[in-house]
């Protein structure tokens, strides 16, 4: 799957990475982001520091809400529409890249 596909299409076989343009940081306990590519700043709240750190090594966007499931209390179909939103948002701000 190549890293120009919109969110809109992510399907949930979809192979998340983080970018290799992306430089992390702890703060709090939360991640702050950098594009060192574009200098855009992003700070993820605790759900998506999580999911942050959960693709590291990279998943699925399915692999991604069963974890989440299995840690978070939430409605699966809401669980499920957050994460895929959350990478729509960080892909379109090159955080994430589709592999």
């Known amino acids: 799957m190549a890293d120009d596909v919109t969110g809109a299409d992510f399907p ?19 991640i702050v982001l950098l594009n060192v590519a574009t200098g855009f700043f992003h700070q993820l709240n605790g759900v998506g520091s999580y999911l942050w750190r959960q693709i590291a090594d990279p998943r699925t966007i399915a692999e991604l809400g069963a974890r989440a499931l299995l840690d978070f209390t939430a409605d699966e179909a809401a669980c499920r529409q957050e994460i895929r939103h959350f990478v729509q948002d960080l892909h379109g701000r090159g955080l994430v890249r589709i592999l």
């Open 12 to 30: 949930a076989d979809a192979r998340i990475g983080q970018s290799p343009d992306a430089l992390a940081a702890e703060v709090d306990g939360e």
